[in-house]
């Protein structure tokens, strides 16, 4: 799996790309696809939660919005997702958390 990051002030997009093998599998079963998406989030979430200083424990969220591509620019099969996150956290109490 690729993902590269490119960060825009306070987001940050990240295009990931699956392997070939993967693809198929989850072009035939799309709850797969739920599956694979809720794990690469959250990893990616827990980072950044992390890296803002707080703990997932401790009820600080992130934000995220993900495009699921099927199709490549020639009609090929090529699932990839774009995922758009906030870069930073911050928790209920109202206790930010950023950090670039």
Not at 8 to 27: D, E, M, N, S
Not at 41 to 52: V, Y
Not at 71 to 98: E, P, Q, T, W, Y
């Amino acid at each position: 799996m690729a993902i590269r990051c490119i960060t825009k002030g306070t987001t940050v997009y990240l295009p990931c790309t699956l392997p070939f093998p993967l693809r198929f599998l989850l072009a035939a079963e799309p709850k797969a696809l739920s599956e694979v998406l809720a794990v690469v989030q959250r990893g990616i979430s827990t980072f950044l939660i992390r890296r803002a200083g707080f703990t997932v424990a401790s009820g600080a969220k992130t934000g995220a919005v993900t495009l699921i591509q099927r199709f490549g620019s020639a009609l090929n099969l090529h699932i990839h997702l774009h995922m758009l996150f906030l870069h930073g956290a911050c928790r209920l109490d109202g206790n930010k958390g950023v950090r670039p």
